[in-house]
Nanobody, 119 residues
Framework: QVQLVESGGGLVQAGGSLRLSCRVS????????MGWYRRAPGKERELVAA???????RYADSARGRFTISRDAARNTLYLQTNSLKPEDTAVYYC?????????????WGQGTQVTVSS
């Protein structure tokens, strides 16, 4: 069973930074898309950033210029570098992967990691 394990969340002051990580439990052979979503209290889940099948990155307007998505293929890990954090970035951040591995293919979600930004 493919698992996505996130880490790196925490409590940070406004203006601070965090790097979120999402490790995939199996070697990835094909990426259809991989990305980060977030759900703030009382709001719908929204896309923050994603890497598409051709390797290009796209960002939500709220994240562009402050967040950077990247991937380390050797470590099977997806990252989200978050800078200049604002209180409105407070949310649970989820990793998503639409991938093909040696044993499976599908769309997978991590368990989420809490990011809290204090003013």
């Amino acid at each position: 069973q493919v698992q996505l394990v996130e880490s790196g969340g925490g409590l940070v002051q406004a203006g601070g930074s965090l790097r979120l990580s999402c490790r995939v439990s199996e070697k990835i052979f094909v990426i259809n898309s991989m990305g980060w979503y977030r759900r703030a209290p009382g709001k719908e889940r929204e896309l923050v950033a994603a890497i598409t099948s051709d390797g290009s990155a796209r960002y939500a307007d709220s994240a562009r210029g402050r967040f950077t998505i990247s991937r380390d293929a050797a470590r099977n890990t997806l990252y989200l570098q978050t800078n200049s954090l604002k209180p409105e970035d407070t949310a649970v951040y989820y990793c998503n992967a639409d991938i093909v591995t040696m044993t499976a293919a599908g769309n997978y979600w991590g368990q989420g990691t809490q990011v809290t930004v204090s003013s």
